[in-house]
C-alpha cells in the first residue's frame, strides 16, 4: 500500500494540475498540450501508434538481440584472451561516451536508406556496449573464496566457467541488458529524426509536429513510452525467471 | 598510459579493418534475400581515410574556411549547450536526490517516475519542445534543455544511492554528536555520496551530448555538430568525405565532455574507492 | 597410516623481490589418522598459509607435504580432503541442496546418489528442511553449516577448516562446535582446524598446535585429553587447566 499510494497519488495530481494549467492558463498547443487532448488523440490514433510502434518495437528488437548476442560473445572471447581484454575495455569505455546515434547518417548512406538495416545496425552498435562492458565486468569479477574451493576440487578451466564463471556473472549480464533494453528504444526511434526509412514512432512524432498537429505528436511520444516500457518489463521477468535465487531486482 | 595505448590500438585496428574491407569488400555491397548485409564499399559510401583527413584540410566550399575550423566551431557551439544542459540537469538531479533522502514520501512518489523516464524515449519529445524557440527561451536554450533533461536522471538517482549509502552505525553516530540534518548531509552523507555522484556524472554528461545533437537536428538549431552532421549528409553523394569530418566532430564532442567530467574527479576522488552504479 | 605428514616445510611469498616474506620457516607437523588438530596462533604467522600448503593451493618453498600417503596434489586431485573457510563461499545461484552436491557432482556421481549423500550429510547439520533455500535466505551460522556439509559430502577421510565459526556469535559457534565434534566422531575423519580461539582450540581438539610469527613456525604442541567434550567438559578443571597452558605457550 504504501510503496503504491504515493506514485499514484503524484501521478494524478500531476495530471490534473498539467491539465488545469493548460486550459485555465490558455496555454498555447505548441507549448504543451493538455493531457485531454492528448489522451483523445491516442483513442483516435490508435491504430496508426500500434502500427508505428510495431515497427519501431521490430527495429529495436532486432538491434537488442544482434548487438547483445555480439556482446556476449565478444565479452567471452575478452574474458578469455587477457590482451584482448586489456585493449577492448578502455576502448570500449571511450566509445560509449561518445554519440553513437550519429553514425545513424552514415550508416543511411553504407546501406540503402530505404531499408531498416541502417536503424537496426545503430541500435545494435548502442546496446553493444553496455552489455559487453558489464558482462565482461562479471566474467572477471570471480569471488576469491570459490576459485579456491574449485581448485579443491581439481574442477578444470571448463567446469569452472560453466559452474562458477558463467552463472556469477547472470547478474552483471542483467544489469547490462536493463541498460540496452531501454537505450534500444530510444535509439530506434530517434534514428529516424536522422532521415533514413520514415515508418517509425519517431518518423510519426517529427511529421506531426511538422503539421502542428502537437497533441497528435504527444499521442505517439506516449506511445513511445509504452513501447521502452514495456522493452523494460520484459527485461526485468526474464532477469527473474532467470535468476530464481536473486530475493531483490536492481541492487 | 595503458588506457591511451588501449585505445589507440583499438583505433588503429578500426582504421585497418575500414581499409582491409575496402579492399576486399563488393563495391556495390553483399545482398542476401533482398536485404544489403554488408555495405557498399566503394568510394561514395566508404571513403578512404585519407581522403577524409584531406577533407579536413580543405575549404567547406570553394574559398570558404577549412572544413576543420568549421567542425571545431561547430563542437565549440555545441559544447556550450552541452555544458549549459549538463550543468542545469545536474544540478535540478542534486537537488531531487537531497529532497527524496531528506523526505520518504518524496522518494516513494518520485523515484518511480525517475526510474521510468529513464527506460522509456522521452528524448523523442525534442521536435516537440522546439515549439518553445523564440517564445518561452531563445532556440538555442531549447537544445539545453533536452541535453539537461537526459543528464538529469543518472544525476538524481546515483546521488540518491549515494546520500543513502553511509551505514546505519554512521548515521548513529552522528546522533550521538547531536548533529541535525543538515550537518549529517554535509560531514557524511555527501562525502559518502562522491564515488557514487562521479560514475553518475559521466553517465549524465554523454547523455547531455546525445540530447544536444539530437536536439539541435530535431529543433533545427543552426550553427552546432548535430545541425553539420545532418546538412554534410545530405552532400553525401557529391562529397561523401564530409558527413565523416562532422561525424569525427560529434567524436571529439564526446571525448571533451567526458575528459572534462573525469578531470572533476581527479582531486576529490585520490583516496576513495570506486563504486560501480547502475542508475537503472 | 599418518592423515598428513609436513616434513622441513618452509614457504617464502614473493621470493628475490623487496616484498619477500618468510611465511613458514622450517615446519615440521603429522598428523594421525582420526585425530584432531588445532592451528593457533597470533594474526599472520601462517596458519592459513600452513592449511594452504595441506590443501595443495600453494605449493612450498622447501620440504614435502604428504597426504593420506601421497603427495598433495594427488591427494586434491582425488578429493582426499573437505575444506571449508572463514566466509561460507556458497555458491548463491544453487540451492542449498545443489551446493552440497556440487563437489559429488565434479567426482561425477549420478544424480540420485547425490541427492541421497546432500540428504543426509544437511541431517547431520539439521539443515534438512533448508534443502530447497536459496543461500541468500539463510542465517549466517546456516550458511556456515551447510559449507560443513559441503566439505563433508564426499566423506573425506580428511577435514581442513580455516576459522570456519570466525565470524559467528558465541552461541551459534558453540552450538556447532558441539554438531563438529559428533560429525568427526561418527566419521572417524582427521581435522586440522585454525583458529584465534584459545578455549575453541582447547575444546575441540586432541592436540593444540601453537605457532608464532616473523618467522611463522611450531612452538609448541599440547596435548589435550578432556574426560568428555560437552557442557560438562566446559566445566572440568582440565579444560582450564589446558587453557592456561595454551595461553602461556603463545605468551612465548
Ligand atoms: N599470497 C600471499 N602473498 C604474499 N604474502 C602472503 C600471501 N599469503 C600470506 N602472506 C603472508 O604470509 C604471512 C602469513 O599469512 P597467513 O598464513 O595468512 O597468516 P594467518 O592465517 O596466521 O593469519 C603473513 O605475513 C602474510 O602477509
Ligand atoms: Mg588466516
Request: charged content about 15%; aromatic content about 8%.
Amino acid at each position: 500500500m504504501r510503496r503504491v499510494v504515493p506514485p499514484v497519488v503524484v501521478g494524478v495530481l500531476a495530471l490534473v494540475l498539467w491539465e488545469l494549467t493548460v486550459t485555465l492558463g490558455r496555454v498555447a498547443p505548441f507549448i504543451l498540450p493538455a493531457p485531454s487532448a492528448i489522451g483523445a488523440q491516442i483513442l483516435e490514433q490508435r491504430g496508426n501508434i500500434v502500427d508505428a510502434a510495431l515497427a519501431s518495437g521490430a527495429n529495436a528488437l532486432t538491434g537488442l538481440i544482434g548487438g547483445t548476442l555480439l556482446a556476449i560473445l565478444a565479452a567471452l572471447a575478452a574474458s578469455r584472451f587477457r590482451l584482448l581484454g586489456e585493449v577492448s575495455v578502455p576502448f570500449a569505455a571511450v566509445l560509449n561516451a561518445l554519440p553513437i546515434i550519429a553514425l545513424a547518417p552514415i550508416l543511411n548512406n553504407m546501406f540503402e536508406s530505404t531499408s531498416s538495416v541502417p536503424r537496426r545496425l545503430v541500435t545494435g552498435i548502442v546496446v553493444f556496449f553496455p552489455v559487453f562492458l558489464n558482462l565482461l565486468r562479471g566474467l572477471r569479477e570471480v569471488d576469491p573464496v570459490h576459485q579456491e574451493l574449485m581448485r579443491t576440487y581439481a574442477a578444470g578451466g571448463w567446469t569452472f566457467a560453466r559452474k562458477v564463471r558463467l552463472p556469477g556473472a547472470l547478474p552483471h549480464l542483467f544489469t547490462g541488458l536493463r541498460q540496452a533494453s531501454s537505450l534500444a528504444v530510444i535509439a530506434a526511434v530517434v534514428a529516424e529524426y536522422f532521415g533514413g526509412l520514415q515508418d517509425g514512432l519517431g518518423a510519426r512524432i517529427t511529421s506531426a509536429a511538422a503539421f502542428t498537429a502537437y497533441p497528435r505528436a504527444w499521442a505517439f511520444v506516449a506511445g513511445a513510452c509504452l513501447l521502452g516500457l514495456s522493452f523494460y518489463l520484459v527485461t526485468l521477468l526474464l532477469e527473474r525467471l532467470a535468476m530464481p535465487w536473486r530475493t531483490r531486482l536492481i541492487s | 598510459m595503458r588506457r591511451f595505448l588501449a585505445v589507440l590500438a583499438g583505433l588503429l585496428t578500426g582504421a585497418a579493418a575500414w581499409e582491409g574491407y575496402k579492399a576486399v569488400g563488393n563495391p556495390d555491397g553483399t545482398v542476401l534475400f533482398g536485404v544489403r548485409v554488408l555495405p557498399r564499399a566503394d568510394d561514395l559510401s566508404m571513403p578512404h581515410l585519407w581522403t577524409i583527413a584531406e577533407r579536413l584540410g580543405a575549404p567547406e566550399l570553394t574559398g570558404g574556411r577549412p572544413v576543420w575550423r568549421v567542425v571545431v566551431d561547430a563542437c565549440l557551439f555545441t559544447l556550450g549547450i552541452t555544458t549549459a544542459g549538463f550543468v542545469a540537469g545536474a544540478l535540478i538531479g542534486l537537488a531531487l536526490a537531497v529532497a527524496m533522502q531528506r523526505f520518504r514520501v518524496v522518494e516513494r512518489g518520485l523515484l518511480p517516475y525517475v526510474i521510468i523516464s529513464q527506460t522509456v524515449p522521452l528524448v523523442a519529445l525534442a521536435p516537440l519542445i522546439a515549439g518553445w524557440g523564440g517564445v518561452l527561451m531563445p532556440p538555442w536554450a531549447t537544445v539545453a534543455v533536452i541535453a539537461a533533461y537526459l543528464a538529469f536522471f543518472p544525476v538524481a538517482v546515483g546521488m540518491l544511492r549515494g546520500l543513502q549509502s553511509p551505514s546505519a552505525a554512521g548515521v548513529e553516530l552522528m546522533r550521538s554528536y547531536a548533529a541535525g540534518w543538515w550537518r549529517t548531509l554535509v560531514t557524511l552523507r555527501l562525502p559518502a555520496a562522491l564515488p557514487y555522484l562521479f560514475p553518475a556524472l559521466r553517465l549524465a554528461g554523454a547523455a547531455a551530448v546525445v540530447g544536444a545533437v539530437v536536439g539541435e537536428i530535431s529543433t533545427g538549431t543552426r550553427g552546432g555538430i548535430g545541425r553539420l552532421l545532418i546538412e554534410y549528409a545530405r552532400e553525401a553523394t557529391s562529397d561523401p568525405a564530409k558527413v565523416y569530418t562532422a561525424m569525427l566532430g560529434a567524436a571529439l564532442l564526446g571525448l571533451l565532455v567526458a575528459g572534462a567530467v573525469s578531470l572533476l574527479e581527479l582531486p576529490l576522488m585520490r583516496h576513495r574507492r570506486h563504486v560501480e552504479v547502475a542508475t537503472l | 597410516m599418518t592423515a598428513v605428514a609436513i616434513s622441513g616445510v618452509t614457504k617464502v611469498f614473493n621470493p628475490g623481490r623487496p616484498d619477500e616474506v618468510l611465511a613458514l620457516s622450517d615446519v615440521d607437523l603429522t598428523v594421525a589418522d582420526g585425530e584432531f588438530v588445532s592451528l593457533i596462533g597470533p594474526s599472520g604467522c601462517g596458519k592459513s598459509t600452513l592449511l594452504r600448503l595441506i590443501a595443495d593451493l600453494i605449493a612450498p618453498t622447501t620440504g614435502t607435504v604428504t597426504v593420506a600417503g601421497t603427495t598433495a596434489a594427488q591427494a586434491r586431485r582425488d578429493q582426499a580432503y573437505g575444506i571449508a573457510f572463514q566466509q561460507a563461499g556458497l555458491f548463491e545461484w544453487r540451492t542449498v541442496r545443489r551446493n552440497v552436491e556440487l563437489p559429488l557432482e565434479l567426482r561425477g556421481a549420478g544424480r540420485a546418489e547425490r541427492r541421497a549423500k546432500a540428504e543426509e550429510m544437511l541431517e547431520l547439520v539439521g539443515l534438512s528442511e533448508f534443502a530447497g533455500h536459496y543461500p541468500g535466505q539463510l542465517s549466517g551460522g546456516m550458511q556456515q553449516r551447510v559449507a560443513i556439509a559441503r566439505a563433508l559430502a564426499v566423506q573425506p577421510p580428511l577435514l581442513l577448516m580455516d576459522e570456519p565459526f570466525g565470524a559467528l556469535d558465541e552461541m551459534t559457534r558453540e552450538r556447532l562446535q558441539a554438531e563438529l565434534l559428533a560429525v568427526c566422531a561418527a566419521t572417524g575423519t582427521s581435522t586440522v582446524f585454525v583458529t584465534h580461539s584459545i578455549s575453541e582450540a582447547v575444546f575441540l581438539s586432541d592436540r593444540v598446535v601453537v605457532m608464532s610469527a616473523r618467522p611463522g613456525r611450531i612452538t609448541a604442541a599440547i596435548d589435550v585429553k578432556l574426560p568428555s567434550r560437552d557442557e560438562a567438559g566446559r566445566q572440568a578443571p582440565a579444560y582450564f587447566d589446558k587453557i592456561t597452558e595454551v595461553r602461556k605457550a603463545l605468551r612465548g
